[in-house]
């Protein structure tokens, strides 16, 4: 895992040589739950996978994932939450996100998350939550899809 | 016919044996062209009385109740008494947990198992910025002696052991327990029951700590002493492997890792100038059930006969009680599937089972909901049930170590003792688990681990029924049990209640001891006791250590 300077944002015109870039995602355990075994064989695979992952580690509030994603220039925020704290965690960072004017990170969930939130995390941008049993495949698909 | 003539012809009858089966085999393949458990540890197509020619029986396993321990540590195990079963259980407020503690109770529950929520686990107070989303959510919400009070309401403290998972804070729960007992006119001399205060593979595996290792290991060392004399009878740790395995490791990682652990943690008592048979035999443990079947049987045995060996050869133990692993066992909670959750009895139910052949002193038996919830309390109640099944129905619990004897089981004992001692020596090497940890080798290790068995998952190599085979379609089950989120609202009007309430200026000065007692070398043991019955909240308490010791940094161990 590399932390690489992006200082030079490409602009939109560049958009195809982006796609060949490879895809930089944050790997991030927003709140206080100490369960990292999801989010670290993800990280894991998503970088087998051959994209770029900024881990953040634990105890991460909502405002240190927002910068750090804004800081490593990230096309994606990948957040795993098992302790119950997603219905809020969540839409904070993207309440965040949108105050500092980003608009085009793809932001994903994971964890113990109850069908019966999805809809309302989704509302609140969130692009797609994935539950246990969900493969690394899917995951790794469902990014280089959306990016 | 004599055993030694058996001994005599088997290693050729068993040659010509094996000549005919690869025969068939090379026409009829088997399942898969080898076989190899979740340790790596690969497994033949049969164990005889070959693969134990070279064991001493009196030496290596020898007679529950007696050196080394593999057959268990008491001579009559479940024929004396069944083990503890114990659920782990804990929401929301005091108050609500209360109730399903007395719930439980009333079910036949025959211990108590507190779960904190996580501002609780890592000394936040409720109305700390980072419990946002938090508080009472994983387990119940304590900030102060008043709720530690309601917890425990009409639960008599000494008819009840009660085993609290608190690690870096475990000072300030079990001085809050002590009180709480006072106030009931229990002495504290006769209180039973365990906290986890396991640092170490919270740096690992679970998250929850707070202080860097070394003064952690100090607070530690601290409860050892202080419990030694005013609290016999309480487990001063519960070293553990559960979450190291709940994390990814293998089954002999999980002994090994623990057992380092523990050997850290003596080395720490010592050299506090503790005496290893004033504390060894209130040292506890936690593992894992998990899939493997005969392996985690394997797995219990094993690592009693290890550490029982270590306290023996190593640190000199003379008291027997020093040399005995006594442990609680948990189901493995990351085999729960969130397909087809019904399936999860079955899998718990076996888990249970593996504990039990394995000589566990108590139980927490998962429910089939948790992949999705907290558990509800139906889900809560089966699983008990599957206890009370196995201890009274099935037969198992009335001969000691039934499989003990079993070619494979004891090969396999032997095993898994062998490769965890090799983990123990590479962690020796290093300087011990403390560094090890430092260094990031076991987290690399377990992550390692963890990551291989996805990749198994996903290419099918092993198969989880339900989620990557034989799926169904089906309805994600509603009315999940949830917490309100006014439970922190709630929390944060009784915590400026009892700051209007309480003598600010007691606590204080009980507060200013505890910071000097912190930079000194005195035990703080007392001076937590003192600040908690004040009515000092844990946030302040952990505050003020907070300043004198600083906080962990973790390591990244994903480059």
Redesign the interface.
């Given at each position: 895992m590399s932390i690489v300077d992006h200082s030079n944002k490409p602009g939109q015109g560049d958009r195809d040589m982006e796609k060949k870039k490879k895809i930089r995602v944050l790997a991030a355990k927003p709140g206080l739950d100490g369960h990292d075994r999801g989010i670290k064989v993800v990280a894991l695979a998503l970088m087998n996978g051959g994209m770029e992952v900024v881990y953040t580690g634990l105890r991460q509030t909502p405002i240190q994932i927002v910068e750090a994603a804004i800081q490593e220039d990230v096309d994606v925020i990948a957040m795993s939450i098992l302790s119950g704290a997603h219905d809020y965690l969540f839409p904070k960072v993207m309440e965040l996100l949108k105050e500092r004017g980003v608009e085009d990170m793809l932001v994903l969930g994971g964890g113990i998350i109850p069908d019966e939130d999805v809809p309302a995390l989704k509302e609140s941008g969130i692009a797609e939550i994935f539950g246990p049993g969900t493969t690394t495949g899917e995951i790794i698909k469902y990014i280089e899809n959306r990016v | 016919m004599s055993e030694k003539k058996v001994h005599d012809n088997l290693p050729n009858d068993f040659e010509k044996w094996s000549e005919s089966v690869e025969k068939m085999v090379s026409k009829r393949p088997e399942r898969k062209p080898e076989f190899v458990n979740t340790s790596g540890i690969p497994v033949n197509r049969i164990y005889s009385p070959l693969n134990l020619e070279d064991t001493d029986y009196l030496e290596e396993v020898g007679f529950p109740g007696e050196y080394p321990y593999t057959r268990g540590v008491q001579p009559t195990m479940y024929r004396g008494r069944y083990w503890t079963m114990r659920m782990y259980a804990g929401f929301a407020t005091a108050k609500e947990s209360n109730s399903r503690y007395r719930f439980l109770l009333d079910q036949g529950q025959t211990g108590l198992s507190v779960a904190f929520d996580?501002?609780t686990?890592?000394g936040?107070d409720s109305d700390n910025?980072?419990?946002?989303?938090?508080v009472g959510?994983?387990g119940v919400a304590i900030d102060s002696l008043k709720d530690m009070e309601i917890l425990f309401d009409k639960i008599p403290l000494d008819k009840v052991s009660t085993s609290m998972t608190i690690n870096a804070p475990a000072a300030v729960l079990l001085a809050m327990y002590m009180a709480v007992a006072e106030k009931q006119g229990v002495s504290v001399d006769k209180l039973r029951g365990t906290i986890q205060n396991d640092i170490l593979k919270?740096y690992s595996s679970?998250?929850?700590y707070i202080f860097p290792p070394k003064p952690s290991m100090r607070i530690i060392t601290d409860i050892f002493s202080f419990c030694a004399e005013k609290v016999p009878l309480w487990n001063t740790i519960s070293i553990s492997g559960y979450h190291i395995r709940?994390?990814?490791s293998t089954a002999v990682q999980e002994v090994a890792f623990t057992l380092a652990n523990g050997i850290a943690y003596v080395k720490a008592a010592l050299d506090a100038g503790l005496d290893v048979d004033a504390f060894g035999p209130r040292l506890s443990f936690f593992f894992n059930a998990h899939l493997d079947f005969l392996e985690e049987i394997s797995k219990y045995r094993a690592a009693r006969k290890l550490w029982a060996t270590i306290m023996k050869e190593r640190f000199g133990a003379k008291n027997p009680k020093s040399l005995m692993m006594r442990f609680h066992t948990q189901t493995a909670g990351?085999t729960l599937?969130?397909?087809q959750p019904k399936n999860n009895i079955v899998r718990v139910a076996f888990q249970a089972l593996s504990a039990v052949l394995g000589g566990t002193q108590s139980l927490h038996t998962n429910s089939m909901d948790e992949?999705?919830?907290?558990p509800s309390e139906a889900a809560v109640e089966t699983a008990l049930r599957t206890q009370q099944v196995i201890a009274h129905e099935t037969g198992v619990t009335d001969t000691v170590d039934p499989l003990a004897g079993s070619y494979y089981v004891e090969t396999l004992t032997k095993e898994i003792y062998d490769r965890a001692w090799k983990y123990i020596e590479k962690i020796d090497a290093m300087g011990g688990a403390v560094e090890a940890v430092e260094k990031g080798f076991i987290q690399r290790e377990i992550?390692d681990s963890?990551?291989q068995y996805?990749r198994e998952?996903?290419k099918d190599e092993r198969v989880?029924v339900g989620?990557n085979r034989f799926q169904v379609q089906e309805e994600?089950p509603?009315n999940?049990l949830?917490?309100d989120?006014s439970v922190r609202d709630e929390q944060i009007d009784s915590l400026n209640r009892l700051k209007s309430e309480r003598n600010n200026e007691k606590v204080d000065r009980a507060l200013a001891k505890l910071k000097d007692g912190a930079e000194s070398k005195d035990n703080l043991m007392p001076l937590v006791f003192e600040a908690v019955k004040e009515y000092s909240t844990l946030g302040e308490i952990c505050d003020v250590l907070r300043e004198v010791f600083g906080e962990y940094q973790?390591i990244?161990t994903?480059?």
């Open positions: - | 996580l501002p686990q890592i936040y910025e980072m419990a946002i989303g938090e959510k994983v919270e679970r998250g929850t709940e994390a990814g990351c599937t969130a397909q992949a999705l919830c907290l992550q963890a990551y996805q998952i996903e989880v989620l994600r509603s999940l949830r917490v989120p973790q990244n994903l480059s």
